[in-house]
């Protein structure tokens, strides 16, 4: 294989995985909006901003934080890098220069999302309700999955692709983690019902509000959310699972390619850190210093895999 | 089909009759399945000038048929002009015999736009130029075929050849149980083999260079690539480091032995020839005057499919190889030489006039079917630069039975059949690419101006 297919497989499964967490932050920013007072609700939206990074170009175009804003610059702004429909778009790119490589299901799928997020833009999805749109999504993200999932080679292409996924994954968890991590602290928690609102917004953006239920058998407790969005190893969106994923792809192309990179030593030491760490360990580090630094370190890895891989020509 | 006198050859006998007992909406229906299949497998061809849009080159169901008799001719005519050609370019980037033996005026050689200075002096592994030939050929009479035109650099097609096969198969397994047809579908193995027997190294990796999804042969790039297991690259997925090319892999660099390139010379390495060129690979040339890359085909084949250059191949083959041409050339007036302009001038409506360095049928004045004022313009640019075209009769060429809108009418074919070279052999699959101008009356079978293409049965002597 080329590094150049390493590479489009690698960024089609990133942009793909982004796409869904972007729904899924608009999800939790919408959700919690519905429950705060006007001025709060402001703030709800605009926290997604700080997940991805760019209010400093949102603010150069729109001075209000509120539904209309915030869906529009981070759904279908095709000038934003950062929207769903640029993400779906430079996957579909990244999938044309692959039609030797995935599969024409694979394609199809990718190609379809496309076509139908064409020309669409606000007042498409509130007639409907944002929910929905942000459902089909994911549903369109999984569909993706699960395609490639069925009908793909078990070779280094489908080890690249899924790399992409969870190296996005892992990033996106942190972020959306870190946004709310002044909620999860033990110390600053109260116990309000708007907190509790809050925290079940998050798991439920995640995927992992019944997860709680079922693990905990308790009330939502900010230490066990950060616990089974940090270290549960069966949860699949968490950070530790992310990792045992990556760790494990490592695994595989190591054996592949009868060589070591620096990348598989920086993705295990990390996979061994969440698989033997604890949350008493990471509380008393403090968690925005946690988050800060795991993100950071993510993003090493990723540079360390372009360099290993020979992914950027 | 038919004789001079009008009978019928014997080559067609079987088809006549599966063409007259097959009721006239069976071929409509066919005719839409095989659109149908060319569309799914996406055999299309990119148009330049015409947006990004892909198209289908119109495919007639009914198969254009050789007898082997004639085959045995054509291939020992093939066979003979390739050689020639291969030792031509041997000579004149070395010794240069032939200029000083004045067959061929110098300055047509060493003044050709074509002509690599770079490849001057060094010797392509085993001595190989032309690994890939497409010539184009003709017939007129009987026994009469003409070479229209050697395409010695990165002739295009032949994925259409195996294409049309696979379709035709599909749509009538029956004609091919009754008739006994040469296969074609071998030539990328052949292909691979050449490619491998050029190789400096033993063991070799071989790659296919594309310019990349824009260009209009794209598709063909892809499909050989796939048929013959190799990784299809572009100008960016290799890099050269000390004295050797490599392809970039996510398990780490690999050395290319074999680079069966689809980039023209200009373009191929813009440390050496255009600066420009974002297609290629900085540093190239040098691996590949060192003899450690071989190239096919090999830089500096331009030269020996020039127009002009072309008056001279049968001169070449006595030259070189001590043997009359089996295969004919058309007789060539070069307007560089005044006797011959006097003459083209004056005789401008009979004639077909083409650019020395013109391909694809752009640039050419057909002049039985010119306008006034096309042959008035081609009289300006001939007298403002003689040098640059060349002036043909035009040839009374054989027609084949065509699927047309209102039903099975003839038109005019020509044929492209693809030369495989290596130092042990040549090889030629049966057959070729047949192309067919869809118009009525019209000479011009190109792709890019409305040609079509047909499957072409060698028919085995056995």
Same mark, same amino acid.
């Given at each position: 294989?080329?590094?150049?297919?390493?590479?489009?497989?690698?960024?089609?499964?990133?942009?793909?995985?982004?796409?869904?967490?972007?729904?899924?932050?608009?999800?939790?920013?919408?959700?919690?909006?519905?429950?705060?007072?006007?001025?709060?609700?402001?703030?709800?939206?605009?926290?997604?901003?700080?997940?991805?990074?760019?209010?400093?170009?949102?603010?150069?175009?729109?001075?209000?934080?509120?539904?209309?804003?915030?869906?529009?610059?981070?759904?279908?702004?095709?000038?934003?890098?950062?929207?769903?429909?640029?993400?779906?778009?430079?996957?579909?790119?990244?999938?044309?220069?692959?039609?030797?490589?995935?599969?024409?299901?694979?394609?199809?799928?990718?190609?379809?999302?496309?076509?139908?997020?064409?020309?669409?833009?606000?007042?498409?999805?509130?007639?409907?309700?944002?929910?929905?749109?942000?459902?089909?999504?994911?549903?369109?993200?999984?569909?993706?999955?699960?395609?490639?999932?069925?009908?793909?080679?078990?070779?280094?292409?489908?080890?690249?692709?899924?790399?992409?996924?969870?190296?996005?994954?892992?990033?996106?968890?942190?972020?959306?983690?870190?946004?709310?991590?002044?909620?999860?602290?033990?110390?600053?928690?109260?116990?309000?019902?708007?907190?509790?609102?809050?925290?079940?917004?998050?798991?439920?953006?995640?995927?992992?509000?019944?997860?709680?239920?079922?693990?905990?058998?308790?009330?939502?407790?900010?230490?066990?959310?950060?616990?089974?969005?940090?270290?549960?190893?069966?949860?699949?969106?968490?950070?530790?699972?992310?990792?045992?994923?990556?760790?494990?792809?490592?695994?595989?192309?190591?054996?592949?390619?009868?060589?070591?990179?620096?990348?598989?030593?920086?993705?295990?030491?990390?996979?061994?850190?969440?698989?033997?760490?604890?949350?008493?360990?990471?509380?008393?580090?403090?968690?925005?210093?946690?988050?800060?630094?795991?993100?950071?370190?993510?993003?090493?890895?990723?540079?360390?895999?372009?360099?290993?891989?020979?992914?950027?020509? | 089909?038919?004789?001079?006198?009008?009978?019928?050859?014997?080559?067609?006998?079987?088809?006549?009759?599966?063409?007259?007992?097959?009721?006239?909406?069976?071929?409509?229906?066919?005719?839409?399945?095989?659109?149908?299949?060319?569309?799914?497998?996406?055999?299309?061809?990119?148009?330049?000038?015409?947006?990004?849009?892909?198209?289908?080159?119109?495919?007639?169901?009914?198969?254009?048929?050789?007898?082997?008799?004639?085959?045995?001719?054509?291939?020992?005519?093939?066979?003979?002009?390739?050689?020639?050609?291969?030792?031509?370019?041997?000579?004149?980037?070395?010794?240069?015999?032939?200029?000083?033996?004045?067959?061929?005026?110098?300055?047509?050689?060493?003044?050709?736009?074509?002509?690599?200075?770079?490849?001057?002096?060094?010797?392509?592994?085993?001595?190989?130029?032309?690994? @890939?030939?497409?010539?184009?050929?003709?017939?007129?009479?009987?026994?009469?075929?003409?070479?229209?035109?050697?395409?010695?650099?990165?002739?295009?097609?032949?994925?259409?050849?195996?294409?049309?096969?696979?379709?035709?198969?599909?749509?009538?397994?029956?004609?091919?149980?009754?008739?006994?047809?040469?296969?074609?579908?071998?030539?990328?193995?052949?292909?691979?083999?050449?490619?491998?027997?050029?190789?400096?190294?033993?063991?070799?990796? @071989?790659?296919?260079?594309? *310019?990349?999804?824009?260009?209009?042969?794209?598709?063909?790039?892809?499909?050989?690539?796939?048929?013959?297991?190799?990784?299809?690259?572009?100008?960016?997925?290799?890099?050269?480091?000390?004295?050797?090319?490599?392809?970039?892999?996510?398990?780490?660099?690999?050395?290319?032995?074999?680079?069966?390139?689809?980039?023209?010379?200009?373009?191929?390495?813009?440390?050496?020839?255009?600066?420009?060129?974002?297609?290629?690979?900085?540093?190239?040339?040098?691996?590949?005057?060192?003899?450690?890359?071989?190239?096919?085909?090999?830089?500096?084949?331009?030269?020996?499919?020039?127009?002009?250059?072309?008056?001279?191949?049968?001169?070449?083959?006595?030259?070189?190889?001590?043997?009359?041409?089996?295969?004919?050339?058309?007789?060539?007036?070069?307007?560089?030489? *005044?006797?011959?302009?006097?003459?083209?001038?004056?005789?401008?409506?009979?004639?077909?006039?083409?650019?020395?360095?013109?391909?694809?049928?752009?640039?050419?004045?057909?002049?039985?079917?010119?306008?006034?004022?096309?042959?008035?313009?081609?009289?300006?640019?001939?007298?403002?630069?003689?040098?640059?075209?060349?002036?043909?009769?035009?040839?009374?060429?054989?027609?084949?039975?065509?699927?047309?809108?209102?039903?099975?009418?003839?038109?005019?074919?020509?044929?492209?059949?693809?030369?495989?070279?290596?130092?042990?052999?040549?090889?030629?699959?049966?057959?070729?690419?047949?192309?067919?101008?869809?118009?009525?009356?019209?000479?011009?079978?190109?792709?890019?101006?409305?040609?079509?293409?047909?499957?072409?049965?060698?028919?085995?002597?056995?």
């Amino acid at each position: 294989m080329l590094s150049r297919t390493a590479d489009n497989l690698y960024w089609l499964g990133r942009y793909i995985e982004r796409a869904e967490n972007i729904a899924r932050m608009l999800d939790v920013a919408h959700r919690s909006a519905l429950i705060s007072r006007k001025d709060v609700a402001a703030a709800d939206w605009g926290s997604v901003l700080g997940i991805t990074g760019i209010a400093e170009a949102f603010f150069q175009r729109f001075s209000v934080t509120d539904d209309r804003s915030i869906i529009s610059f981070m759904a279908f702004d095709h000038n934003n890098w950062s929207s769903i429909s640029a993400c779906v778009r430079r996957a579909r790119e990244n999938g044309r220069a692959l039609r030797g490589s995935i599969t024409s299901e694979m394609w199809e799928s990718l190609n379809e999302t496309w076509l139908m997020l064409q020309g669409k833009k606000y007042e498409d999805v509130s007639a409907n309700g944002f929910s929905q749109f942000f459902d089909w999504v994911k549903e369109r993200s999984h569909l993706f999955r699960g395609v490639t999932f069925g009908t793909m080679l078990r070779d280094d292409c489908y080890h690249f692709l899924r790399l992409g996924t969870f190296l996005e994954r892992a990033d996106n968890t942190a972020r959306l983690l870190d946004v709310k991590y002044h909620l999860l602290h033990p110390a600053d928690a109260v116990g309000g019902v708007v907190d509790y609102y809050q925290w079940a917004a998050l798991l439920r953006s995640v995927s992992a509000l019944r997860a709680y239920k079922q693990l905990y058998h308790e009330a939502i407790v900010p230490r066990r959310v950060a616990e089974l969005l940090i270290l549960r190893e069966d949860m699949p969106r968490s950070l530790r699972a992310s990792y045992r994923e990556i760790d494990a792809l490592f695994v595989e192309l190591g054996q592949r390619y009868h060589r070591e990179y620096e990348c598989f030593r920086i993705a295990g030491d990390m996979y061994r850190r969440l698989r033997y760490g604890r949350m008493e360990d990471i509380f008393a580090v403090g968690l925005h210093p946690f988050l800060t630094e795991f993100i950071s370190r993510t993003s090493r890895l990723g540079e360390q895999i372009v360099d290993d891989f020979q992914l950027a020509a | 089909m038919r004789e001079p006198g009008g009978g019928l050859r014997d080559a067609y006998r079987n088809l006549e009759t599966w063409l007259s007992s097959t009721p006239r909406e069976d071929f409509d229906r066919l005719r839409q399945e095989a659109e149908l299949l060319f569309r799914r497998l996406g055999i299309t061809f990119t148009v330049y000038g015409a947006g990004d849009t892909e198209r289908l080159i119109p495919f007639d169901i009914i198969p254009r048929v050789i007898a082997a008799a004639q085959w045995k001719r054509i291939h020992a005519g093939l066979e003979q002009r390739v050689r020639a050609m291969n030792m031509f370019l041997a000579d004149i980037y070395h010794g240069r015999d032939i200029l000083r033996a004045g067959v061929i005026p110098e300055d047509l050689v060493l003044s050709n736009r074509q002509f690599r200075p770079e490849a001057a002096g060094m010797l392509p592994p085993k001595g190989i130029y032309v690994h @890939v030939a497409g010539i184009d050929i003709v017939r007129t009479g009987d026994d009469d075929f003409y070479v229209l035109e050697d395409n010695l650099r990165t002739p295009s097609g032949v994925s259409y050849m195996l294409e049309n096969r696979v379709i035709m198969m599909r749509l009538f397994p029956e004609l091919f149980a009754q008739n006994r047809i040469a296969p074609v579908d071998h030539y990328p193995e052949e292909l691979l083999n050449a490619l491998r027997a050029a190789s400096p190294a033993p063991d070799p990796t @071989v790659v296919v260079l594309t *310019p990349g999804p824009e260009n209009s042969a794209y598709f063909e790039h892809a499909f050989l690539a796939e048929q013959m297991g190799l990784v299809l690259v572009e100008g960016q997925d290799l890099f050269v480091a000390n004295g050797y090319v490599y392809m970039r892999t996510p398990a780490g660099s690999q050395r290319v032995d074999v680079i069966y390139r689809r980039i023209d010379d200009d373009f191929i390495d813009p440390l050496a020839l255009r600066q420009d060129s974002l297609l290629g690979v900085p540093g190239l040339l040098s691996v590949y005057r060192s003899g450690r890359v071989a190239l096919a085909n090999a830089i500096g084949t331009g030269v020996a499919d020039d127009k002009a250059v072309y008056a001279f191949a049968p001169d070449i083959i006595r030259f070189y190889l001590n043997q009359e041409p089996i295969l004919q050339n058309v007789p060539t007036y070069l307007c560089r030489r *005044p006797d011959d302009l006097k003459y083209v001038l004056a005789n401008l409506p009979e004639l077909v006039v083409k650019e020395v360095h013109g391909s694809g049928g752009y640039g050419m004045l057909i002049g039985p079917a010119a306008t006034k004022s096309q042959i008035n313009d081609f009289r300006k640019r001939l007298q403002a630069k003689p040098d640059g075209y060349i002036a043909q009769p035009t040839l009374a060429l054989s027609t084949c039975p065509t699927f047309v809108k209102r039903g099975i009418a003839p038109r005019h074919v020509d044929l492209r059949p693809f030369v495989l070279t290596s130092a042990e052999q040549v090889r030629i699959v049966p057959g070729g690419l047949t192309r067919v101008a869809l118009e009525k009356g019209s000479l011009v079978v190109n792709s890019s101006q409305g040609g079509g293409t047909k499957d072409t049965w060698v028919l085995d002597a056995s």
